[in-house]
């Protein structure tokens, strides 16, 4: 009986632990959908704990985008993570299981999104880290970026700043659970890339850090013991730029991360070329391979974007597809994709 009861239990840990797991998946920019369209999805939602691995960058075992979105310099991107691939639902927590600990988000300068692998130099330009929370006895009980993005449906609002150059740039967010942090290589972290085209930019150039290299397993911020009173928490990596943002953990959603839901903006597609585009722009850069969105038949219709979600559990959005393409499941019964009907 005593065995029984202990590989239930057991099982019953493991199966809360898994659950807890998740993944940024989606972006925004300026309030417009544009989906999983310029994500380089990871694989699974399953975190990283080696910070030395080339895994590290961009997380284990992603392939290039099918595109890359389309960012004016100054303008407000907004990622979005979730447990299970496609699920976008606010009915669920974005990361569960207490998985509490900072979001931070890097970007890179490269040639080309849809090539680079990482190697180049990264510069912080937001952090939603840690603040102390009134009456809290332990670390569990504070103000932590992973709480936000529970309390905002799984949203960060990220400004990009106004003077960095034009161009292609890999976008890395980074959301660090601590709480197995106290014991040696305890710290999960979920990492995601995007490919992103940046216009009307200027000459900055923000000294950058390496990815592995950056964080080293014994950081104070990395191996810490969240169940105990803390103090003062410093997050793991340089610090943000001074173009970029420091959220004070435990603000209240705002902008996209508090208005944007799941159908109620234009969904747009990223571009395969050198630049972003709309699916129905005329643009000679898309590729040819790639249909442009259908008109819709009338007002009131509503086509996802070539290569964007179009079904899966928790989703609300359009589930029709733009011509020459089907909704096919990718990862049912979680997540269905707009794909070639070929």
């Known amino acids: 009986m005593k065995s029984t009861f202990t590989a239930v239990l057991a099982a019953a840990l493991a199966a809360n632990k898994v659950a807890g797991h998740a993944m940024f998946q989606q972006l925004w920019v300026d309030g417009t959908d544009y989906g999983s369209s310029c994500i380089r999805m990871p694989g699974s939602n399953s975190p990283l704990t080696n910070v030395g691995s080339k895994d590290f960058i961009c997380n284990a075992g992603t392939k290039a985008a099918p595109g890359k979105c389309d960012v004016p310099a100054g303008s407000t991107v907004t990622v979005e993570m979730h447990q299970q691939p496609g699920d976008r639902s606010c009915n669920n927590e974005a990361i569960g299981g207490a998985h509490w600990g900072p979001v931070q988000i890097y970007l890179t300068k490269v040639a080309d999104a849809a090539k680079a692998d990482g190697t180049t130099g990264w510069f912080k330009i937001f952090s939603d880290s840690w603040s102390k929370k009134s009456g809290g006895a332990v670390g569990d009980d504070d103000n932590w970026g992973t709480r936000d993005l529970n309390k905002c449906c799984g949203k960060m609002d990220v400004k990009i700043p106004s003077d960095i150059p034009s161009g292609d740039y890999l976008l890395r967010a980074e959301a660090l659970a601590l709480h197995t942090a106290g014991q040696a290589n305890g710290a999960q972290f979920y990492v995601s890339c995007y490919q992103i085209t940046v216009s009307g930019g200027g000459s900055a150039s923000p000294p950058t850090v390496k990815f592995p290299g950056a964080y080293s397993q014994s950081d104070p911020g990395i191996k810490i013991n969240i169940h105990a009173a803390v103090s003062n928490?410093?997050?793991?990596?340089?610090?943000?730029?001074?173009?970029?943002?420091?959220?004070?953990?435990?603000?209240?959603?705002?902008?996209?991360?508090?208005?944007?839901?799941?159908?109620?903006?234009?969904?747009?597609?990223?571009?395969?070329?050198?630049?972003?585009?709309s699916p129905d722009s005329s643009s000679s850069s898309v590729d040819s391979a790639e249909p442009a969105a259908a008109e819709p038949e009338s007002a009131n219709a509503c086509s996802a974007a070539a290569y964007g979600q179009c079904g899966g559990n928790g989703y609300s959005g359009c589930t029709s597809c733009p011509s020459g393409f089907t909704c096919k499941d990718v990862s049912p019964p979680y997540y269905s994709q707009c794909a070639p009907a070929s």
């Open 233 to 277: 928490y410093i997050a793991p990596g340089p610090a943000v730029w001074g173009g970029g943002t420091n959220r004070t953990a435990g603000s209240a959603c705002t902008g996209c991360a508090s208005t944007c839901k799941v159908g109620s903006s234009p969904s747009k597609t990223a571009g395969k070329g050198t630049s972003a585009v």
